[in-house]
Protein backbone atom coordinates (compact mmCIF):
# COMPACT_ATOMS: atom_id res chain seq x y z
CA UNK A 1 0.00 0.00 0.00
CA UNK A 2 1.99 3.25 -1.35
CA UNK A 3 1.11 6.70 0.80
CA UNK A 4 1.04 7.10 4.56
CA UNK A 5 -1.88 4.74 5.29
CA UNK A 6 1.12 2.21 3.91
CA UNK A 7 3.80 3.04 6.13
CA UNK A 8 1.47 3.11 8.91
CA UNK A 9 -0.02 -0.46 8.68
CA UNK A 10 3.69 -1.48 8.37
CA UNK A 11 5.01 0.24 11.37
CA UNK A 12 2.08 -1.49 13.06
CA UNK A 13 1.98 -4.87 11.75
CA UNK A 14 6.08 -4.70 12.94
CA UNK A 15 4.65 -3.65 16.48
CA UNK A 16 2.41 -6.20 16.96
CA UNK A 17 5.18 -9.19 15.24
CA UNK A 18 8.04 -8.26 17.39
CA UNK A 19 5.39 -7.78 20.88
CA UNK A 20 5.57 -11.03 21.73
CA UNK A 21 9.48 -12.23 20.96
CA UNK A 22 9.86 -8.92 23.47
CA UNK A 23 7.90 -10.62 26.18
CA UNK A 24 9.11 -14.16 26.00
CA UNK A 25 12.63 -12.38 26.16
CA UNK A 26 11.41 -10.72 29.43
CA UNK A 27 10.15 -13.78 30.70
CA UNK A 28 13.16 -15.61 29.88
CA UNK A 29 15.33 -13.28 31.64
CA UNK A 30 13.56 -13.01 34.91
CA UNK A 31 13.01 -16.80 35.02
CA UNK A 32 17.01 -16.81 34.52
CA UNK A 33 17.62 -13.88 37.98
CA UNK A 34 15.56 -16.29 39.77
CA UNK A 35 17.61 -19.02 39.45
CA UNK A 36 21.12 -17.29 40.22
CA UNK A 37 22.46 -18.15 44.11
CA UNK A 38 24.19 -15.91 46.07
CA UNK A 39 27.14 -17.19 47.78
CA UNK A 40 26.78 -18.21 51.33
CA UNK A 41 23.10 -18.78 50.72
CA UNK A 42 21.65 -22.36 51.34
CA UNK A 43 19.43 -24.44 48.43
CA UNK A 44 15.71 -23.81 49.25
CA UNK A 45 14.20 -27.15 50.78
CA UNK A 46 12.53 -29.53 48.98
Known amino acids: ?3 PW ?3 TSVISL ?3 IS ?3 RLAQAIFAAA ?3 VRL ?3 RA ?3
Do not use: H, Q
Open 39 to 41: PGM
Open 15 to 17: VVG
Open 20 to 22: PFV
Open 1 to 3: MPG
Open 33 to 35: EGF
Open 6 to 8: GRL
Open 44 to 46: APR
